[in-house]
């Protein structure tokens, strides 16, 4: 009966439990950056917002934002400081490859 109410009391603890402002809160101001964090595509006002140390960062889908809440604080802030420079980026632009005919093939 004590594991009962002491499980029941803990749950309804983190139930209750503020959220803090690095989670996902859904804000309305207007995001700081104009490229999501993750993939460097353009934000979608749809895909949501969440503020972080004062400041909204928008995403261009919901799965970005999971995956910007697993970032370090320093990763973050650093992003944050970029974006507010004009600066902000996704990751690095992808590379095109070039496909080349193996040695044995030759056009005769």
Request: aromatic fraction near 6%; charged fraction near 25%; include cysteine.
């Amino acid at each position: 009966m004590k594991l009962y109410i002491t499980v029941t009391a803990l749950i309804a603890a983190a139930w209750l439990a503020p959220v803090s402002p690095a989670q996902s809160t859904v804000t309305k101001d207007k995001p700081i950056n104009t490229m999501c964090p993750i993939s460097g595509e353009p934000i979608v006002p749809s895909a949501g917002a969440i503020e972080y140390e004062d400041h909204t960062i928008g995403f261009c889908c919901p799965g970005c934002t999971k995956a910007f809440l697993a970032w370090d604080d320093a990763r973050k802030d650093e992003f944050v400081a970029m974006a507010i420079r004009g600066e902000e980026r996704g990751h690095a632009p992808r590379m095109t490859i070039r496909r080349r005919e193996p040695d044995h093939v030759r056009q005769v």
